[in-house]
């Protein structure tokens, strides 16, 4: 017994007539008669009694026919679903992000990520730049958005690179460098400077140390928070200068705070990293819209 059988036994016992099976299925009836020979002599049993004028299903073929009914229905919605994960409508996507640089986009993306496909199940995880690439490689996590992390090349992941984020200070406005609109790096020489923990970020922690160091002066970093919230938290009370990209100064800023660019510019990576191995459709799907809005300069807008 195979598939075919069943739809077709499905036909003759619905329509309880060969002949309207047959056109029903556009298949020639003999062909039609002889499957349901086939099904019976297979089951071992009557499914339909028939003679030159009447048909009947037996007790054993209202059974079969009401159980083909769920069997083909379940079937249908199962080549249903393969179809819509094939084409990244069905499924999952884990996606890791870091906070600050993506809080201006992240939320309006995925709204229109579930939109197109809802029934793709979304799992955020919000983690250190480092923790996200290692659970991308490792496979706990489909794609992220965060920053290059030094080291890393080995783990061959692709990225796509959303954005260079420039480096600037964060002062109280009435900080004698608040206003300005731009200062050099050399300014900060004498500052008490406020940066990321090397352990939270290390690329923009690093970047900014290389922007000290060509400037010709070693940084005096006075507190090394865990999250940028507490970088300007220690701003606010006056602790010192904060540095950070100009992304915080766009959402994550208080009141009484000011961002001024430094020159010359240095800049941290915004990137889209996935494993090649595990580009499942709901990935390219969502690798897509990325690109779609990268492209129509939405993703910044």
Not at 23 to 36: D, M
Not at 101 to 125: C, I, M, Q, W
Not at 158 to 169: D, F, K, S, V, Y
Not at 247 to 260: N, Q, R
Request: hydrophobic residues 45%.
């Amino acid at each position: 017994m195979d598939l075919r059988h069943l739809r077709y036994f499905q036909a003759v016992a619905e329509e309880l007539s060969f002949s309207k099976a047959s056109r029903r299925l556009r298949i020639a009836q003999p062909a039609l008669s002889r499957a349901v020979q086939e099904l019976e002599q297979d089951l071992g049993m009557r499914l339909i009694e028939r003679n030159r004028r009447t048909m009947a299903l037996t007790p054993a073929g209202a059974v079969l026919l009401a159980e083909s009914a769920v069997v083909l229905e379940r079937l249908e919605e199962s080549l249903r679903k393969v179809k819509r994960t094939a084409a990244g409508e069905e499924g999952e996507l884990r996606l890791g992000y870091i906070g600050p640089p993506t809080k201006s986009f992240l939320g309006r993306l995925l709204a229109e990520y579930r939109r197109r496909f809802p029934k793709v199940s979304v799992h955020l995880e919000e983690r250190t730049p480092e923790r996200v690439w290692e659970m991308v490689a490792k496979g706990r996590l489909s794609v992220a958005l965060t920053r290059p992390v030094p080291g890393q090349g080995e783990r061959a992941l692709n990225t796509l690179l959303l954005r260079q984020e420039p480096l600037g200070i964060v002062v109280p406005q009435g900080h004698p460098l608040a206003g300005r609109k731009s200062i050099s790096w050399k300014q900060l020489a004498n500052e008490p400077l406020i940066v990321l923990a090397r352990r939270e970020g290390v690329g923009l922690h690093d970047e900014i140390l290389a922007a000290c160091r060509t400037a010709g002066f070693a940084p005096r970093i006075v507190q090394s928070p865990s999250l940028m919230g507490t970088v300007l938290t220690y701003v606010e009370a006056g602790a010192g200068v904060g540095v950070a990209t100009d992304s915080v100064a766009a959402t994550s800023m208080p009141e009484g705070l000011s961002f001024v660019p430094v020159t010359p510019v240095h800049s941290v990576p915004l990137v889209m990293v996935w494993n090649p191995d595990e580009f499942s459709p709901p990935v390219k799907a969502f690798h897509g819209l990325v690109e779609e809005w990268l492209k129509d300069g939405r993703l910044w807008s």
